[in-house]
Each structure stands twice: as C-alpha cells, then as structure tokens.
C-alpha cells in the first residue's frame, strides 16, 4: 500500500489540468485590461492597431505593449485574431 501511493504522489501526469492558451503576441486591452490577441504575425516597427474582441474598443498599440501569454479566460477558445 504504501508503495502505491508513492507513485501517485509523483505522477504529474494525474494532475494535469487544461493545456494553457498560449498565443504568439498578446496584448493587454486599454478599456477592460483583459490579455487580448494581437493581430500582428511577427514584432512590428512601428504602432499598430487591434480591436478588443470583449468590449468592441479599437485602440493603437506600440511594440513595447506586445507580450507573449495566455489570453483572458473570458474569451471564446475557438476565436482567432484578426492578421492584417
């Protein structure tokens, strides 16, 4: 008995919760300051802009503002950003 549970107590396999939704750019939304898609492909030059899929807000972004992370938990899991 004790050996069995020495072996679910390392098994990390047994509590994996849901794979995090990593996107490859983020940014944080200037109005609801929810972690938002950015549509951007690659790290751009110069400013850009991106439409908030939760509040509908079209803001101007920098460079600097871009993040690599998850996105909010309030966002639909099959919604993709917008690449111009």
């Not at 803001?59 to 600097?64: A, D, G, I």
């Amino acid at each position: 008995m004790e050996y069995i549970r020495r072996v679910f107590a390392y098994a990390p396999s047994v509590f994996q919760g849901p794979a995090p939704r990593l996107c490859n750019f983020t940014v944080r939304c200037k109005s609801c300051g929810e972690s938002i898609p950015a549509p951007v492909r690659t790290m751009p030059d110069s400013w850009f802009v991106a439409v908030c899929p939760l509040c509908g807000e079209k803001r101007r972004y920098l460079p600097h503002e871009l993040f690599q992370g998850r996105l909010s938990h309030k966002l639909n899991p099959t919604a993709r950003p917008q690449v111009l």
